[in-house]
């Protein structure tokens, strides 16, 4: 087999929030992934040739959830390896995504694109355990620190 050298790919996506009545919540998706499991990530894709990392975590968001967040900081950034194999030659990627803290501006998860199975809203701390990835479950906490900051954050009512 052969092995391609490991090739970087920059991506940017958001963890868009909402106030509730009973606190903040966050839009998840839900997705298929290479290995067939199906999955719960925050909305992130590829960022295209001319576009600045808040442009695309905009776009990505929209089409992935259906909705639109107004982008209040930058969160931080994951980093994985990650290969799949095309016929005879195994691809590798070097994948950096950058993620944006969004609040909801509008529309609806019902809108979201066909690569994405569902879209929906979760309560904060329940989406943290929903995600897939201890590094999205990173992100979110990094996220509710934010909001703790700016003085954004109400408790969740039981």
Request: glycine share 8%.
């Amino acid at each position: 087999m052969k092995k391609e050298k490991a090739r970087r790919q920059l991506s940017a996506g958001g963890v868009v929030v909402r106030r509730a009545r009973r606190g903040w919540e966050v839009v998840l998706i839900e997705v298929r992934g290479k290995s067939g499991r199906l999955r719960w990530t925050l909305p992130k894709g590829l960022v295209e040739e001319g576009e600045n990392m808040a442009h695309t975590a905009h776009r990505e968001v929209k089409e992935e959830t259906g909705v639109d967040g107004k982008i209040i900081e930058k969160i931080d950034s994951i980093h994985y390896f990650y290969a799949f194999r095309d016929g005879d030659t195994l691809n590798r990627y070097f994948k950096i995504v950058y993620f944006f803290l969004m609040e909801y501006a509008g529309g609806d998860t019902r809108d979201h694109d066909t690569e994405v199975i569902e879209a929906r809203w979760f309560p904060f701390e329940e989406a943290i355990k929903k995600v897939s990835f201890e590094d999205e479950q990173d992100i979110l906490r990094k996220a509710k620190e934010i909001l703790v900051r700016r003085n954004m954050w109400q408790e969740e009512k039981q």
